[in-house]
């Protein structure tokens, strides 16, 4: 069973202002499916058909840069849309906020380590299974934090096709606004599912 495109839980003009609807529509239908065109091509015939993503990206080896790539671009991408809602926004709540600790000072922390990937990549915040605890990490491209034994919980793309119609190069101000539509309660999940 190859991997597929995931529709989204809403429409693409349903982040705006914060995201535009042609944003979204090109990064999910051309950039997410050219990741996922890619990585059915790379496990088309192998041992790595029908294994789940999490077993692939946790075992990759280094010679495997293609699937690094193309199996992270299309997980990473999963998760940036339900990590996103119309309804999003504010802080997390229970569990998460307890271990977020300090909201203001997370908020700083993950937007600087988003602005300031070098190039393309992404910021993440993650957990190892079992710790009880996050981390906030800056990946490049589209490595996996799953490369690294981590889960991933929330993370934002900083690539240039994730803002560059509507903010140009302005990263901040992307990066700015994507809080406003933060699904906390996605994220809240991620994190009961992996503690
Ligand atoms: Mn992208």
Not at 79 to 87: D, V
Request: overall charge negative; hydrophobic content about 35%; glycine content about 10%.
């Amino acid at each position: 069973m190859a991997f597929e495109l995931p529709a989204l839980d809403y429409d693409y003009s349903a982040l705006e202002p914060h995201i535009d609807a042609r944003t979204m529509e090109i990064h999910h239908t051309k950039h997410h499916n050219t990741y996922l065109t890619n990585l059915n091509n790379a496990i088309a015939g192998t041992d790595l058909e029908g294994k789940s993503i999490e077993d692939i990206l946790g075992n990759l080896s280094p010679d495997q840069g293609g699937l690094n790539f193309n199996g992270g671009g299309y997980d990473n991408h999963c998760i940036f849309w339900k990590n996103m809602s119309p309804n999003g926004g504010g802080e997390p709540g229970g569990d998460l906020a307890a271990v977020i600790g300090d909201f203001g000072a997370f908020k700083e922390e993950f937007s600087t380590k988003a602005v300031t990937v070098q190039g393309s990549g992404w910021a993440w915040l993650c957990t190892k299974p079992g710790s009880g605890s996050v981390e906030i990490k800056q990946m490049p491209n589209q490595t996996s934090v799953r490369t690294e034994g981590y889960v991933p919980l929330l993370g934002v793309d900083v690539w240039e096709h994730a803002y560059y119609l509507n903010y140009q190069n302005r990263r901040p101000d992307y990066v700015a606004a994507w809080w406003n539509v933060v699904n906390w309660d996605d994220v809240a999940a991620r994190f009961a599912a992996a503690k």
